[in-house]
């Protein structure tokens, strides 16, 4: 076809500079994805649809100091925004097939914890807790008006050991006796009579035996290895078990539910995923009693009504403070000073959905460690959090509270907080040597808990009322159910209680980036959904959450690979989903979460290379052929070994393969088939505009023919990281010629830009050639050539058949 020189010489001028512009847009991408990456923080790093779809309460203070009693009232009116009348599910006996019968029975590898534990024990220092004399000196200086809580907590030992049966109620709160500056004011029985009759029948058999409640000052001192043992030790030997929970014989895997007839089954399997049972709690038959889920809540007759903050209100700055204010946000990347002024255990909104406090839960539940790791925290958010477990769970199924202190640099995280703590016989703190980050900092405290069930809690959240029975009934139906909360948000700026969304799920986009989603409202109402309902979850935030202590280390704890943050949750996500388990957000268990801007912890290396080196291990252990996508989205450069060293994932491949876990594309069909993840950009034929043939690669050689849909050899892919691949072989360039070469996705001289970018989008062009170089048709012999790119060349212009992202 004949060109006029002149006008494309013009063009080429203004495409060079387009197309730097363009280049530059690639670039922008990448720094974007870092800024991202630096802000990192999971509520910022995503999308706009992907944020935490949160509702600000407002309610007014005064109501409360008039009378207590209207809070309630009051916050009835402005929580319960939840259409009141979803249609609740008809057959009440029947628990959609989908849901029950979806632990996928697999042969349980126990994995050897011993190995975890050797990891573990070169980081753990020793417990520090309780240290008489040290306590004495500092007692004065860290609370002068600490009272004696010694004979309460007797009190409540003998309570739950069943010497003293009865005020097991109300009084086993006061082992969360009132931090300083809160007035006590005597509580009504949080708990109805014959719920408490339960407990205590519970309390005879099987709680008694599994709570230790009290631990010696003496004992902690020797705990530092009896803490790293598996937790097989510490199981009750002389327990009366109806359940056969302990024993052999029983699958909690399967438990005796009865199930929806198969006629009910979803049969898409993408309605499939989504779908969730109805109201579980109340329609499980099983052997063992049950009672209402406990209002267990040490703050609902709040001791200062008016008190700053409280009930979850949003507190504000005096004016003649807000200098002290803005000066001491870094200490936590929130409003520290409002924090301060807030009372540790202060009353928070019960946001549940109605039916929550009315559902039903076993009796026998199992018991669990609630595991806060920490580093730097800010003191009055850490005492709050420590407060509201204390305040909200009931006594005999909180075996203990361990904080893992990753060490810290803060002078008050040491001495003053073993004081603090001394108070409080469950609560136990770990020092780590040397900080070791989130991850690994979590299973020291897995390494060190004796519950049955391992609670994960980041050390900024408040939990709410109710929060720990409808996990722990989750996990008691299903042991490889992994239950998360719904995460609340506390505000940054002032400190309230905000409730969130319903319905909203944990998902990802690529490459690996976190964010929320909400079940789509035509399926809710389809399936009549209520708001308690679990929710199944493709991902799940990583924060908090429950798991069965035992399966978590079937499933090999997380990778000890993962450094400080970042892509554990990814990680503990497909790995439970693809080796068999579940992740359920349950609605009425709720818990508040500070999300902050920032991070007050250094990154002991660089923070955007320590969450992408995270990521990238995720993507080569669980991601299979779709890792592609993962690099393909900004991060090619991780796949330069001389530049990112990802570290050795031969133990973690070994897990995967020895624990049988499915593929990630069947991951993707079942659990989150909304996705869309297309294993390539474009495929199919190339076809060029000038010459009217495609492209072929036959016995070594490239040329061009006229198009045949069913020649297999003139099917090409376009991968994610810019290859033109057909099976193993991709084009690349070779002075003026092309010629295939084995495909490599570290080679960067293989990759091709075609349909990226402003301009030149029909080309395909070198990338990252200082001069714009393109493939070009010949005109007459069908081979083709690299030629100086030009705009207007139809020669130059190549069309896949099928194209799935730009
Ligand atoms: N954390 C830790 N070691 C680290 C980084 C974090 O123990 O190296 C703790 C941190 O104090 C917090 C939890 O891990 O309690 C989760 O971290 P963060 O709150 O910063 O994560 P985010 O909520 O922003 O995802
Ligand atoms: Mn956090």
């Not at 070594?700 to 069913?710: E, V």
């Amino acid at each position: 076809m004949p060109r006029d020189k002149s006008t494309s010489v013009v063009w080429l001028l203004f495409d060079i500079a387009a197309l730097r512009m363009s280049i530059n847009d690639v670039n922008q991408d990448l720094k974007e994805r870092e800024i991202v990456l630096k802000q990192g923080r999971r509520k910022d790093n995503v999308e706009d649809v992907l944020k935490h779809p949160l509702q600000k309460v407002d309610i007014d203070k005064k109501e409360f100091s008039k009378n207590n009693n209207r809070f309630e009232r009051k916050a009835d009116k402005v929580y319960r925004k939840w259409p009141k009348a979803r249609p609740e599910n008809q057959d009440k006996n029947l628990i959609p097939m989908s849901m029950a019968g979806k632990s996928f029975v697999e042969q349980d590898e126990v994995m050897n914890q011993s190995k975890v534990n050797l990891i573990v024990n070169s980081l753990v220092k020793g417990t520090v807790i309780s240290i008489p004399e040290k306590i004495n000196k500092t007692k004065a200086v860290v609370n002068s008006k600490v009272e004696n809580t010694t004979t309460k907590i007797n009190k409540i030992r003998d309570a739950v050991n069943g010497q003293t049966k009865a005020n097991l109620d109300v009084k086993s709160h006061s082992l969360t006796k009132a931090p300083p500056a809160v007035q006590e004011k005597t509580r009504p029985p949080a708990l109805k009579e014959n719920s408490v009759k339960k407990v205590h029948r519970i309390n005879d058999t099987v709680v008694m035996s599994h709570n230790e409640v009290h631990v010696d000052a003496g004992l902690q001192k020797n705990l530092s290895n009896e803490l790293l043992k598996p937790a097989e030790s510490d199981k009750p030997k002389n327990i009366i078990d109806n359940t056969g929970k302990h024993g052999n014989t029983f699958n909690r895997t399967k438990p005796d539910i009865i199930q929806k007839p198969s006629g009910q089954k979803a049969e898409d399997p993408e309605e499939e995923a989504l779908q969730v049972p109805h109201s579980t709690s109340v329609l499980v038959r099983r052997s063992g009693g049950h009672h209402k889920v406990m209002a267990l809540d040490a703050t609902d007759r709040p001791r200062d009504p008016v008190a700053v903050g409280q009930f979850g209100q949003p507190a504000r700055v005096p004016r003649d403070k807000e200098l002290e204010s803005r000066r001491r946000w870094s200490e936590g990347f929130f409003n520290v000073f409002l924090s301060e002024q807030i009372p540790i255990d202060r009353a928070v909104p019960d946001t549940r959905p109605q039916i929550c406090s009315e559902n039903l839960v076993h009796d026998n539940l199992p018991s669990t460690s609630v595991i806060f790791c920490f580093v730097d925290e800010v003191w009055s958010t850490l005492l709050r959090s420590v407060h509201s477990v204390l305040n909200r769970s009931p006594p005999h199924l909180l075996k203990e509270i361990i904080l893992v202190d990753d060490c810290s640099t803060k002078d008050y995280l040491r001495e003053q907080l073993d004081v603090y703590m001394s108070q409080f016989p469950k609560v136990r703190i770990i020092r780590l040597k040397e900080r070791q980050g989130l991850i690994r900092a979590r299973m020291a405290g897995a390494a060190a808990a004796t519950g049955e069930v391992l609670t994960f809690l980041d050390s900024h959240i408040e939990c709410n009322v109710g929060w720990l029975e409808p996990l722990l009934e989750r996990v008691y139906l299903d042991r490889k159910k992994v239950v998360c909360p719904v995460i609340e948000v506390i505000s940054d700026k002032d400190m309230s209680y905000m409730l969130v969304d319903n319905f909203q799920r944990g998902i990802f986009r690529w490459p690996l980036v976190f964010g929320w989603s909400a079940l789509p409202e035509e399926y809710i109402r389809k399936n009549q959904i209520k708001d308690s309902d679990p929710i199944r979850c493709p991902v799940m935030a990583g924060g908090l959450f429950s798991i069965d202590k035992s399966y978590f280390y079937e499933l090999g704890a997380y990778d000890p690979g993962l450094d400080v943050w970042g892509g554990e949750n990814m990680e503990i996500s497909f790995k439970i989903w693809m080796c068999g388990g579940e992740i359920e957000i349950i609605p009425c268990s709720r818990v508040g979460h500070i999300f902050r801007g920032d991070n007050p912890y250094k990154f002991p290396k660089d923070r955007v290379k320590t969450v992408e080196r995270n990521l990238a291990r995720v993507a080569e252990v669980w991601l299979d052929e779709y890792k592609e996508l993962f690099y393909g989205h900004g991060y090619h450069h991780l796949l330069d070994k001389s530049v990112t060293d990802i570290g050795n994932l031969t133990e973690q491949i070994e897990l995967r393969k020895k624990l049988k876990c499915k593929s990630f594309k069947w991951y993707l069909d079942n659990v989150y088939p909304d996705l869309v993840a297309p294993l390539v950009k474009a495929e199919g034929l190339i076809f060029n505009a000038g010459t009217r043939k495609c492209l072929v690669f036959q016995n070594h050689n490239l040329f061009l023919d006229k198009c045949d849909l069913t020649n297999k050899s003139q099917h090409f892919s376009y991968t994610w990281l810019r290859m033109l691949r057909q099976n193993t072989s991709c084009l690349a360039p070779q002075e003026k010629q092309i010629i295939m070469e084995p495909c490599d996705n570290t080679k960067t001289h293989l990759r091709w830009m075609h349909k990226s970018g402003k301009v030149l989008t029909e080309h395909v062009m070198i990338e990252g050639h200082s001069r714009p170089i393109c493939l070009e048709a010949g005109v007459k012999a069908d081979g083709i050539f690299l030629k100086d790119c030009d705009p207007i060349n139809t020669f130059q212009k190549w069309q896949f058949t099928h194209y799935y992202a730009e």
